[in-house]
């Protein structure tokens, strides 16, 4: 697909780069706004790529979101913020998110940041690329490593939630 009108496809493999997350994100917001956690609140969802772009665009999700149909003329979206029982935010916050972020630790941290280390799961994106996909596991496995987290949240990321999401001895 092109990313501009004219283009006969998406060039520099922009479509795989922000492609993706981006596509990831706007499936979560057809979720919130169409009201599915509303309807079923004990869903669970796992999003990959960390949640897209959720996690850095907290600002425009949160506040930039509770002015739903402000900037919109053509339809109006206060009747459906009206409609929700939560903010917009609230909702993304009820997602679950893999760590597959290629190796990014700025990535990780924010997603960390927004899930919470008990809505976030070890992940890779192995075999996706089968000649470096040990690689991203093994960048994916160092960046967790690090973190100034406790020893329970590294193992909920690594395994405990894992097993208590999917009901898993």
């Not at 919130?32 to 990959?48: C, E, Q, S, Y």
């Not at 913020?81 to 679950?96: A, E, I, M, S, T």
Request: net charge negative; aromatic share 16%; with cysteine.
């Amino acid at each position: 697909m092109p990313d501009y009108k004219g283009e006969p496809k998406s060039h520099y493999e922009i479509w795989w780069t922000f492609g993706w997350p981006y596509e990831t994100s706007v499936a979560m917001a057809h979720l919130v706004f169409g009201k599915l956690f509303d309807r079923h609140p004990d869903i669970k969802i796992i999003t990959h790529h960390m949640g897209g772009m959720i996690p850095f665009f907290e600002g425009r999700v949160g506040p930039g979101w509770d002015q739903l149909g402000t900037r919109t003329s053509d339809v109006d979206y206060t009747l459906l913020l009206n409609d929700l029982k939560k903010r917009p935010v609230d909702y993304f916050h009820q997602f679950y998110a893999d760590t597959a972020v290629f190796g990014s630790t700025a990535a990780t941290l924010c997603g960390l940041s927004f899930f919470g280390a008990d809505r976030v799961l070890f992940a890779s994106d192995s075999p996706f690329d089968p000649e470096r996909g040990s690689a991203y596991i093994r960048w994916t496995i160092e960046i967790i490593d690090k973190l100034e987290i406790t020893e329970a949240e590294r193992y909920a990321i690594y395994e405990g939630n894992a097993r208590r999401l999917l009901k898993l001895q």
